[in-house]
């Protein structure tokens, strides 16, 4: 294998696969990205046997051939190099090394043989659609705050995504939770997706999936089975195993008759929380707002530490009613809110509250709240 | 030279004998007077109190454990002569002194007996540091005036009026910190009492193998050996950097105790740092439902204990040893502190399912770590599960109950099996 290829086209489809790659692994081939290079163009694949990504690019191909090396080092040894730079790399199949040559630097790299790098089985998916990266970016990016980190509730370590009916009618839908918040986010069924299986998308996937939405105008082919996701863009292949376990039926944890109304200004409001949070106690964080007529008061007691109180002005006509709140919580569902006013619906101090931004409908959240 | 007869409790100048009673138990030593950071350690103290209480057990070898299956808690003295040890199996504790007798231990009666003796020195200090039911930690620095007496005799007098009252020994140690205090009161056991003064720390500690450090234990024996460092005084050659280099916090340690030198204080209450209840298994078992059995019956041990002290945990933590001994590990962090039965059992359940059907296990532990105040315990809720709350209204209404009728007034079915 010979080539050459322009230093950032090289930096940026390597980034994504070094991405990838485990830090720690126990299979040394795991590390490596697999570099092949056939036409006019190379591609790079890394693993870590539930992820796949493959990145191509365009290349001056003197030589077709494949071979593995370091991702992490190769992606560091690119990086560093200046800007503009035209990079060789060039297999020596005699000495096992790959030789990266720009300008006056050389350097070789030891390779592992293509033949033992793991390639993810094709599979046959179901559901074939194309959504706009504009849309997909907004449903992965609202819900994921919401994913669990709790090992032992592993059905909840990703983003649920999978088809339902909304208020106007048949929707894509991200749903997360971590029991203490859910996030529920949807956007009109793209066309072809209908009767698409549900699928856990992984954390990891939805933070490398991610990489490939920043472009508004990108449009991603997704692919889905009932064990397997694929996103991909004309250059990169995101190909990823699902979570194989049932998302409990949220549907249930979604108050529907909370008819306490709050609204409140979301940017006022998180600053307020942040503010008065500075005194909580590190570990709970607990807040709490009572609510009277038009007024909202945050305050936090933690005896060890102090007190903090703020009163803010908003749109309240109900019943007064205290209740609290984790802050950390409450400051990263109203940083979700870009557009209009954060709207709070509540029940009692003791039952999930629902916020939403104005009216829309589209993404809900759910908080619980915490004595206080 | 200071002495003290230890039987009628009389100061005088030194010799021999006691110049008032003839008692040959006499202590003399320099800093007789001075000293004020002891360490009391009941002899044999299970093994005691039944020997007390049962006086026909007085001249026989006496093995408090429990049943086949248990380890020797308390050998008494004629039982060790045959080399019977604490944690020892019985099986082997049995094959070693086959005339012994086996005491199913009275957890109670020995609680009764320990507070006893706490009382007795809280009347000395109120710096007390208990490390079990059978031994503590005294200060007793700046008691002299108001007890118009040094140190030395108060404890004199402490370990007498045990034996007159309690009918129990117990053994002491006087030093200047915590570390050498320990070391003495197990320089003389039973009915003994140790001096270890500032003038002789040194001379002392040097010759002694490093094992007779607090906190040295096989593991670190074993890392301290592959270093070349068997005794105090091998320890006493490496610089305090080097130690911290290859021995990390622990080097820090050793370096200043190798030196006789200890400053922590004796607290009245040390800050507990976990709780955890464990059972050894009359046979291996890996049957899930004998297992969540005990787990629930654990978990329910470990919250009550949580809610007596007003803490909580934010780990939970299960222990499994396998029938091979092989010891199973396992922590869970949860999102706030409990001190529910519920959430302990669920999460060590959680934990369990987790860790397999590696069994049969011969012991299995749930514990509570990372503790926290009750006040930052169980404030929120769960979204995925809207029976918690209803199940924690569940318990603290049973527990109420069993406050006001008792233990068995009220149990979980679960808790049966």
Same mark, same amino acid.
């Given at each position: ?30 590390a ?17 046997l ?5 990145d191509?690019a ?6 077709s #051939?494949?071979?593995?090396?370091? +991702?992490?080092?190769l ?5 560093k ?12 199949a ?5 030789t ?23 599979s ?9 990266a ?20 592993y059905y909840l ?6 088809t ?12 997360a939770?971590? #029991?203490h ?6 956007a ?7 009767g698409m299986?549900?699928?856990?998308v992984?954390?990891?996937?939805v933070?490398?999936l991610r990489?490939l939405l ?7 082919a ?9 996103? +991909?863009t ?7 195993k ?9 549907t249930?944890?979604i ?15 998180a600053?307020?929380?942040d ?16 609510l009277?007529? &038009? ?5 936090v ?8 109180e703020?009163?803010?002005?908003v749109?309240?006509g &109900? ?7 984790n802050a950390k919580?409450?400051?990263?569902i +109203?940083?979700?809110? &870009? ?28 908080v ?5 | ?13 030194? !010799? ?11 202590l ?10 002891a ?8 093994a005691?109190?039944e ?11 006496v ?25 020892m199996? $019985? ?27 706490r009382?007795? $020195? ?6 007390v ?33 045990m ?5 129990l020994? *117990?053994?002491?140690?006087?030093s200047h ?16 009492f ?33 270093? !070349? ?6 320890l006493l050659?490496w ?11 622990? *080097? ?13 204080? @004796?607290?009245?209450d ?12 009359f ?10 059995g005990?787990l629930?019956?654990l ?8 809610k007596?002290?007003?803490l909580? !945990? ?8 396998? !029938?091979?001994?092989?010891?199973i590990?396992?922590?869970?962090s ?30 299995i532990? @749930?514990?509570?770590?990372d ?10 809720g ?15 209404a ?6 006001r009728?008792?233990?068995?007034a009220i ?7």
């Open positions: 294998m010979k080539l050459s290829i322009e230093r950032g086209t090289l930096l940026k489809a390597l980034a994504q696969a070094q991405s990838v790659v485990e830090r720690r692994n126990t299979i040394p081939i795991l490596n990205v697999l570099i092949e290079a056939e036409g006019n163009q190379v591609s790079f694949r890394a693993t870590d539930d992820i796949e990504v493959v191509r365009p290349a001056m191909v003197e030589r #051939g494949a071979t593995t090396v370091s +991702a992490v080092m992606h560091e040894i690119v990086r190099l200046p800007d503009g730079a035209l990079v060789n790399l060039t297999e020596d005699a000495s096992g090394r790959l990266i040559a720009a300008g006056r630097s050389t350097f070789s790299l030891a390779t592992l043989p293509k033949e033992d790098f793991p390639v993810m089985a094709t046959e998916y179901s559901s074939n659609f194309s959504a706009p504009k849309v997909l970016r907004r449903l992965f990016d609202k819900a994921k705050f919401a994913i669990s980190t709790e090992e032992t509730r370590n990703g983003v649920y995504m999978h339902a009916t909304g208020e106007d009618g048949p929707t894509l839908r991200c749903v939770t971590d #029991g918040r859910l996030a529920r986010i949807d009109p069924l793209p066309e072809g997706a209908a299986p549900g699928v856990i992984p954390r990891k996937t933070n490398e990489k920043d472009d508004d105008e990108a449009t991603i997704v692919s889905v089975s009932e064990t397997k996701v694929r996103f +991909a004309p250059l990169i292949t995101l190909t990823s699902v979570i194989d376990g049932t998302f409990p039926d949220y249930r944890v108050p529907m008759n909370n008819t306490r109304r709050l609204e409140v200004d979301a940017s006022e409001f600053k307020a929380v503010r008065v949070a500075t005194v909580s106690s590190e570990r709970s964080r607990a807040v709490k707002l009572s009277d007529e &038009d007024r909202l008061i945050l305050s007691n933690a005896p060890d530490s102090g007190a903090a703020e009163e803010l002005a749109a309240y &109900d019943e007064r009613l205290e209740i609290g709140f919580y409450l400051l990263e +109203a940083s979700q809110v &870009d557009r209009e006013n954060a709207v709070f619906l509540f029940n009692s101090s003791g039952d999930p509250t629902l916020m939403r931004e104005g009216n829309d409908t589209s993404a809900v959240y759910v619980m709240p915490m004595r206080v | 030279m200071p002495a003290l007869c230890r039987d009628c409790l009389t100061s005088f100048a030194g !010799g021999a004998r006691c110049p008032a009673c003839r008692s040959p138990r006499v003399t030593h320099p800093e007789l007077t001075s000293l004020s950071i360490h009391m350690d009941c002899d044999a103290f299970y005691s109190v020997k007390r209480d049962n006086p026909d057990l007085r001249d026989k070898p093995i408090v454990g429990g049943g086949q299956r248990g380890v020797v808690s308390t050998a008494c003295y004629l039982a060790r002569i045959h080399g019977v040890r604490s944690a199996p $019985m099986f082997q504790a049995l094959k070693l002194c086959p005339e012994a007798v086996v005491v199913k231990p009275r957890m109670a009666v020995y609680a009764e007996a320990s507070r006893a003796i009382a007795m $020195m809280e009347a000395l200090t109120p710096a540091e208990p490390l079990s039911l059978d031994e503590a930690f005294l200060d007793l620095t700046g008691t002299e005036r108001l007890h118009g007496a040094p140190p030395a005799v108060l404890l004199a007098r402490l370990v007498r009026r034996e007159e009252e309690l009918g020994t *117990g053994s002491v140690g006087l910190n915590k570390f050498l205090a320990k070391i003495a009161s197990d320089l003389d056991k039973p009915r003994g140790s001096v270890i003064g500032r003038a002789e720390t040194a001379t002392f500690l040097t010759p002694h193998p490093v094992r007779i450090i607090w906190g040295v234990g096989t593991a670190t024996q074993a890392a301290l050996e592959a270093a !070349g460092i068997r005794r105090i005084a091998d050659r610089d305090r950097a080097d130690l911290v280099a290859r021995f990390g916090h622990m *080097g820090e340690r050793l370096y200043h105790l190798a030196r006789g030198e200890d400053h922590r204080r @004796v607290n009245r040390e800050k507990l740092k976990s709780i955890s209840k464990e059972t050894t298994f046979e291996d078992t890996a049957e899930a439902d004998i297992l969540d005990h629930w019956r978990s329910e041990q470990v919250a009550d204990r949580a007596a002290k007003g909580a !945990g934010r780990v939970v933590v299960l222990k499994l040893k396998r !029938g091979d001994f092989q010891l590990s396992r922590r869970h949860l999102n706030e502190p409990t001190q529910l039965t519920d959430r302990i059992y669920r999460a060590a359940r959680a934990l369990l399912d987790q860790a397999g059907a590696r069994g049969p296990f011969r012991l532990g @749930v514990g509570i770590a503790l926290a105040p009750e006040a930052e315990a169980d404030l929120s769960d979204l995925l599960d809207p029976q918690a709350a209803k199940r924690a209204g569940a318990e603290r049973a527990d109420a109950i069993r406050a009728f008792g233990r068995a149990i979980k079915g679960r808790a049966l099996r």
